[in-house]
């Protein structure tokens, strides 16, 4: 059974530090692009990153370039997501996903996380 676990939402100001960890079991995890998306209220699922399956590469949205920094541990099967500088149009729910190629709709998701950007 797939799970996908993510943890360390919550309440941040601007320009603040947040990271998110995603821990995953069920899957070979060492061989899967993990990606992380988010969805703000009212807005389209958006893609933040996606790291490949050695860790060598990373792909991220403009938006978060510079600020985030997306990687993985294969021993622990997790995937982590440091968040800085962060800017009130951050907020969001932020989410882990699995996929065994780049290019496709990730079929394993975890169910979220609340990341909220506010003085």
């Known amino acids: 059974q797939v799970q996908l676990v993510e943890s360390g939402g919550g309440l941040v100001q601007p320009g603040g530090s947040l990271r998110l960890s995603c821990a995953a079991s069920?899957?070979?995890?060492?061989?899967?692009?993990m990606s992380w998306y988010r969805q703000a209220p009212g807005k389209e699922r958006e893609l933040v990153v996606t790291i490949t399956s050695d860790g060598d590469s990373r792909n991220y949205a403009d938006s978060v370039k510079g600020r985030f920094t997306v990687s993985r541990d294969n021993a622990k099967n997790t995937v982590s997501l440091q968040m800085n500088s962060l800017k009130p149009e951050d907020t969001a729910v932020y989410y882990c996903?699995?996929?065994?190629?780049?290019?496709?709709?990730?079929?394993?998701w975890g169910q979220g996380t609340q990341v909220t950007v506010s003085s």
């Open positions: 996903s699995a996929a065994s190629r780049i290019g496709v709709v990730p079929p394993y």
């Open positions: 069920g899957f070979r995890f060492s061989t899967y692009f």
